[in-house]
């Protein structure tokens, strides 16, 4: 499907992949207005050339507010689909949903989402100007109203169950005595790869984000040590709160670890080594996730050379200790080459000796 694109340039590229991921073909870029027009987001002018454009659909690397969906969809009159950032992360999420899981968490976002809305269309009466699904009536609408609440609580109760079970089986793991690791960190930063590697599966990896929607768990010895490996879905700068809310049963797999491993691509810019850093622990903040052992695993090691290695992971860990405690250590590795594979499993099992057993024995 063609579409336009409306981005800042700081975004640029991370707002073309995630396009790409979607399965849309980029045909035209627009930067993103500095003050956004109060009734469609994007200036008119670019707004009355969009209606001469035969293209598919309209993503603003953005977060819109109702009264944009709703005005742009009038001028234009329902026949271009209007994405902002949150429903384009949808969309790519919706791709992997794999899990009944994911697919809950995923409607459940797109309804709180479209919620709003309707009650904007409802609350100034412009019914019959809209089209589709926005121009049912207004008795329409408050069915449609009473609909979404219903949907939203059903599948809120759902989610609730999975997290209750899936907190019942971290116990299980726990009185079993089997620590848990968990991957994370950037999306397409590697944390599937070095899954695969620690466990010998062939979960789908390639350079599309989101290929992991739903926490991916298996049973694995590192030194003679059993441990409980969990893959999670990927982080992005600046990811929007209504993704964190709607995936919080998926991202709390993190929260429930004993270590957690810290994915970073150290192959990418200095600058935007850090921002990804700054997003991730940002991220963890939300999830309530401190004082948490992390051991960061700086991959893609391959792609750099050599000589620049100790100097970019000295400053990873540098600013990772600025940003949270306690980091544990930071280990250079490449998922390609298996660089540094036997150190990487050498760290993890010293970790889980050190950090689990002390934690069982404040416990008890």
Do not use: C, W
Request: proline share 4%; net charge positive.
């Amino acid at each position: 499907m063609k579409a336009i694109l409306f981005s800042s340039d700081e975004y640029l590229d991370e707002a073309k992949t995630l396009s790409e991921t979607a399965g849309y073909e980029i045909v035209s870029i627009y930067k993103l207005p500095k003050k956004p027009n109060p009734s469609y987001y994007i200036q008119e002018d670019k707004l009355n050339k969009l209606k001469n454009e035969n293209i598919d659909a309209i993503i603003v690397f953005d977060l819109l507010k109702p009264r944009h969906f709703i005005n742009l969809n009038k001028e234009l009159g329902g026949k271009m689909k209007i994405l902002d950032k949150l429903l384009l992360l949808l969309e790519i999420f919706a791709l992997h949903a794999g899990s009944k899981e994911a697919q809950l968490q995923i409607e459940l976002a797109k309804l709180k989402y479209e919620l709003p809305i309707i009650k904007d269309v409802y609350k100034k009466h412009k019914i019959s100007e809209q089209q589709g699904l926005l121009g049912a009536g207004v008795y329409g609408v408050e069915s449609i109203l009473r609909l979404y609440h219903r949907k939203i609580a059903k599948i809120s109760k759902e989610l609730m169950h999975i997290k209750e079970l899936r907190e019942s089986q971290v116990k299980q793991h726990e009185s079993n005595g089997i620590p848990t690791v968990a991957i994370t960190g950037y999306t397409n930063a590697g944390k599937t790869s070095i899954f695969n590697i620690l466990t010998g599966l062939h979960q789908k990896v390639d350079s599309s984000m989101f290929t992991t929607t739903a926490p991916k768990r298996f049973k694995i010895s590192i030194n003679g040590q059993k441990i409980m490996l969990v893959d999670t879905v990927g982080f992005i700068r600046g990811i929007p709160p209504q993704i964190i809310e709607a995936f919080f049963v998926t991202l709390s797999e993190i929260k429930y670890a004993d270590i957690i491993l810290l994915v970073v691509d150290i192959s990418l810019e200095d600058t935007l080594i850090l921002e990804m850093l700054k997003s991730s622990f940002s991220t963890l903040r939300e999830l309530g996730i401190s004082g948490k052992p992390i051991l960061i695993v700086a991959n893609k090691t391959d792609k750099i050379p050599y000589e620049e290695i100790d100097r970019r992971s000295d400053l990873i860990y540098k600013i990772s200790n600025e940003i949270y405690s306690p980091i544990i250590g930071i280990i250079p590795f490449s998922a390609k080459t298996l660089y540094n594979l036997s150190n990487l499993k050498i760290k993890i099992a010293e970790s889980l000796l050190m950090y689990y057993n002390q934690e069982k024995r404040e416990i008890t």
